[in-house]
T-cell receptor, first 113, second 112 residues
Framework: DADVTQTPRNRITKTGKRIMLECSQT?????MYWYRQDPGLGLRLIYY???????NKGEISDGYSVSRQAQAKFSLSLESAIPNQTALYFC????????????FGPGTRLTVL | QKEVEQNSGPLSVPEGAIASLNCTYS??????FFWYRQYSGKSPELIMS????GDKEDGRFTAQLNKASQYVSLLIRDSQPSDSATYLC????????????FGKGTRLSVIA
């Protein structure tokens, strides 16, 4: 089945460490997104990419960076992790020209101590 | 700033009843509307999409759209305890090059 995968699924790290979260998809979608979710705050968009050469900031990009290595891969980096980046992180994809339905990966639970 | 508003809940309904979830949006040019279901600790799952005014039915789910009132709703008939989850409303604006805007979700609890 065409799918969206995220690695790692769980990660505990310490303040100041560099962390990379990876997302891969076999859906053939052009568009990829990174969200974080905190209790009571809903989904918040961090970065999105509409193709390999296109990267856009979302509403909360400070402290994060991304890399679109290929159509199927989109990585999120925390250059120097801090405790308030503890959250559930989701990758999502959507197809160009469709209804723009987004399909989500299973999520990465990140804890920064 | 484009906004999507939902009552956070919790909305509690007895098993077998109809659950009604509501969503309003600020961008009058919005074209596409989606409902996602999210179980605690899991990822959002697309359950309904609607693009034109009126009702769209899929099994026990009915999505209703009223663009003039900037209002979209989701009805769940014969609610089951397994429907207990948070339901996210998402809206796509007029431009093709903008991500979906998500509401913060409504938590539904179906009581057996």
């Amino acid at each position: 089945d065409a799918d969206v995968t995220q690695t790692p699924r769980n990660r505990i790290t310490k303040t100041g460490k560099r962390i990379m979260l990876e997302c891969s998809q076999t859906k053939g979608h052009d568009r990829m997104y990174w969200y974080r979710q905190d209790p009571g705050l809903g989904l918040r968009l961090i970065y999105y990419s509409f193709d390999v050469k296109d990267i856009n900031k979302g509403e909360i990009s400070d402290g994060y960076s991304v890399s679109r290595q290929a159509q199927a891969k989109f990585s999120l980096s925390l250059e120097s992790a801090i405790p308030n980046q503890t959250a559930l992180y989701f990758c999502a994809t959507s197809a160009l020209g469709a209804g723009n339905e987004q399909f989500f990966g299973p999520g990465t639970r990140l804890t920064v101590l | 700033q484009k906004e999507v508003e939902q009552n956070s809940g919790p909305l509690s309904v007895p098993e077998g009843a109809i659950a009604s979830l509501n969503c309003t949006y600020s961008d009058r040019g919005s074209q596409s509307f989606f409902w996602y279901r999210q179980y605690s600790g899991k990822s959002p799952e697309l359950i309904m999409s609607i693009y034109s005014n009126g009702d769209k039915e899929d099994g026990r789910f009915t999505a209703q759209l009223n663009k003039a009132s900037q209002y979209v709703s989701l009805l769940i008939r014969d609610s089951q305890p397994s429907d207990s989850a948070t339901y996210l409303c998402a809206v796509k604006g007029y431009s093709g090059n903008t991500p979906l805007v998500f509401g913060k979700g409504t938590r539904l609890s179906v009581i057996a």
